[in-house]
């Protein structure tokens, strides 16, 4: 693997600061160098790397995405997923997790696979480099209940038909499911403690009780594993604080006492409330049947507007909320995920500098990774973006390909620049 010095970028450090013009050189898998040029910085020792000029390009952490469904096929429904049988399945997680690589996302943390091994095997894939596809933390299928979300079965089919979900009931049912998932070897546990409007259960309803709460938490952590949580509803946001489960998926629903509780305990959750589902699911999915007079009635351009309230006071009050969220549905395709950063600018109110380090700084610490990942500095991991453009003055130049010149992940380019490169000839570079 040879070393890479980029030249001549201006550089994101994922710090909060503003960019410099400067040099990072890479070596191995590490950033090893990061030179301000404009300061008449210390030349960069480069011998033998390759170099290349990235001619003004700006240069960032690789994204993080917080809430990732590999085997979320882009289809309209989740029957549409479930039915898919699992040798096209497989082939497909291998195909979107490249995908999140060819559009920045580095790393990604799985919410939940539609059958109980898909996102351990692709993980294990992406390890071994049978596959390509970004870092990746593997979730088992959502934990439900009778009658919750993800409880596609039906009365009159066998019982032992294959369910979206792992559907359990009581404490002993939630101590098994948890153990099976360990056993399959899932980096974390993913429970639905709220239902979800579209599947007739409200996105405002909890009903696990506490027992069978404290049981997942218990068992997953004997375990080492994380909990998610699928949690739209105000007392499932509480839940999530009193059983101290670290990640809350959507937090649509908020009351004082609840951003209280988030807020007191802000540095043992990250939020990840996957706006683009609430906002294409009311507004652009008439095509799939959903019109706006659909999605109204079901519920969800109140809980859009909920949401929207929720993050913007979570974001006073500096609780950490990160993109990712339900890409996946015919009306949020893969690919697309970098909307996300979009949204935080223009509903939650975020600046564009907050909406990257949403995606960066609070990324690795979301992988549990840190200290070695989401920065442009010295010793970190070399997860590396080059793009054509200021997403500083425009966010949503992340969403186009086109404009993202390089992708690097571990010291590697999964793209490399199309920009002239050459080989370091002299001790010393730039
Ligand atoms: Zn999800």
């Given at each position: 693997m040879a070393d890479v010095l980029f030249t001549n970028v201006r550089v994101f450090d994922g710090g909060g600061d503003a960019p410099f013009t400067g040099d990072v050189l890479v070596q191995g898998n590490r950033i090893a160098r990061v030179a301000?040029?404009?300061?008449?910085?210390r030349p960069v020792p480069a011998i033998g790397a390759q170099v290349i000029?990235?001619?003004g390009a700006f240069l960032m952490p690789g994204m993080v995405e917080a809430h990732t469904h590999f085997s979320w096929n882009d289809q309209p429904s989740l029957d549409a997923i479930q039915r898919m049988p699992p040798e096209e399945h497989i082939l497909w997680c291998a195909e979107v997790a490249k995908r999140y690589l060819d559009m920045g996302w580095t790393s990604c943390v799985g919410a939940a696979a539609a059958k109980p091994r898909l996102d351990v095997v692709t993980r294990n894939a992406i390890n071994d480099g049978t596959i390509i596809g970004p870092r990746y933390l593997a979730a088992g299928q959502e934990i439900t209940l009778p009658g919750g979300l993800g409880d596609s079965t039906q009365p009159h089919l066998p019982q032992h038909e294959f369910a979206f979900g792992a559907i359990v009931s009581g404490a002993e049912e939630m101590r098994r499911c948890v153990r099976m998932m360990a056993k399959y070897g899932v980096d974390s546990v993913k429970i639905n403690l709220s239902g979800e409007s579209i599947t007739g259960m409200p996105s405002e309803m909890s009903q696990f009780t506490e027992e069978e709460i404290r049981v997942c938490v218990e068992e997953a952590k004997a375990w080492g594993k994380r909990v998610a949580a699928h949690a739209r509803s105000t007392w499932s946001i509480k839940q999530c604080v009193r059983h101290g489960i670290e990640v809350i998926y959507h937090a649509s629903f908020t009351d004082e006492e609840a951003l209280d509780m988030l807020e007191a305990h802000k540095t043992e959750h990250f939020i990840a409330p996957g706006l683009a589902w609430l906002i294409n699911t009311s507004h652009h999915a008439s095509q799939w049947g959903l019109t706006p007079e659909v999605t109204k009635k079901m519920g969800y351009h109140r809980e859009l507007e909920a949401a929207v309230e929720s993050m913007r006071a979570m974001r006073k009050r500096g609780i950490r909320i990160l993109p990712g969220g339900d890409y996946g549905f015919a009306w949020t395709?893969?690919?697309?995920?970098?909307k996300d950063l979009e949204y935080f600018v223009k509903?939650?109110?975020?600046s564009t500098m907050e909406a990257l380090l949403s995606a960066t700084a609070w990324g690795g610490p979301m992988m549990r990774m840190g200290k070695v990942l989401g920065y442009i500095r010295e010793g970190y991991l070399a997860d590396i973006l080059l793009i054509d453009g200021d997403p500083l003055a425009?966010?949503?130049?992340?969403?186009d390909k086109a404009r993202i010149l390089a992708v690097m992940k571990d010291g590697e380019f999964h793209r490399a620049p199309a920009m002239q490169r050459t080989r370091a000839t002299t001790r010393w570079a730039a």
């Open positions: 301000k040029t404009a300061f008449g910085a000029d990235g001619a395709p893969h690919g697309t995920n970098a509903y939650v109110g975020m425009d966010i949503t130049v992340l969403q």
